[in-house]
């Protein structure tokens, strides 16, 4: 009952609202209010795919994310990260959702560096919804561009946008858009390696979102993090590990309404 219940909601939605998240993944980029877009680490190829030309090391990941401490509304996403001589292919998967109503995302990203200091990157997506009975599933397919720029040896300068072309799900009983979205911002560097982010984020039939994060390096292998979003107005924390071959992150942030979620990563750097 509350499976069925949970899934007339969210159908509701679609009715009133008809909107998709394009849904960012990584438990340190969460701690930090996913102000992210000029950040880079192993999980860029969900913030903006051109940050993912800056990485040196194959890598591979997973991450859970349980919205409001629900676990129907949880999220899985895994990535891979393989950088060369050419560039970085990469590799990215999101699912959400349960077993009356999933999403799912899978991008494949390729990220090259245009200059010295300035990189650029595309990601391709296949977009699917399964909703049981009459309303069926559909894919389709979008994609997202990223660029980053290194304006002084300590500040770069990040832009990414999601679903330019405005590709939406429609059936003979909904219609609903898949979010068009872009991402301006930046990421300072301080001399005790700690990092401040910022960036608007625009959902073309949302409000404008500002987000701010920090990063403290306690020693070498633990970082503290802190951030914060409007619309709605919501606080998020957490803290990771960081050792040669292996990271692991943990994040909550709180909702003014819906309460707490939690998240977790894993990744391997080899």
Known sequence: MRKLVLLSLLISSFKVFGTTENRPAGARSFAMGNAFVAVYDE???FHNPAALALLTKKSFGAYYENRFSNKELSSKSLHVNIPGKLGTFAGVYTQYGFDLYKESKLGIAYAKALGKNFWAGLLFNQLKKELKAEYGSQSKYTFEIGLLAKISPNFYLGFQ????TQERFQTWDYDDKISTTGSLGFSWVLSNGSIISSEVFKDIDQDLQIKTGIEYPVNKKLFLRAGFYNHPNSASM????????FKANIAFARHPVLGYT??????FQF
């Open 262 to 267: 939690p998240s977790a990563d894993l990744s």
């Open 43 to 45: 999980w860029s190829g």
């Open 238 to 245: 957490g803290f990771g590990f960081s050792f040669p071959h």
């Open 161 to 164: 946008v999601s679903n330019p």
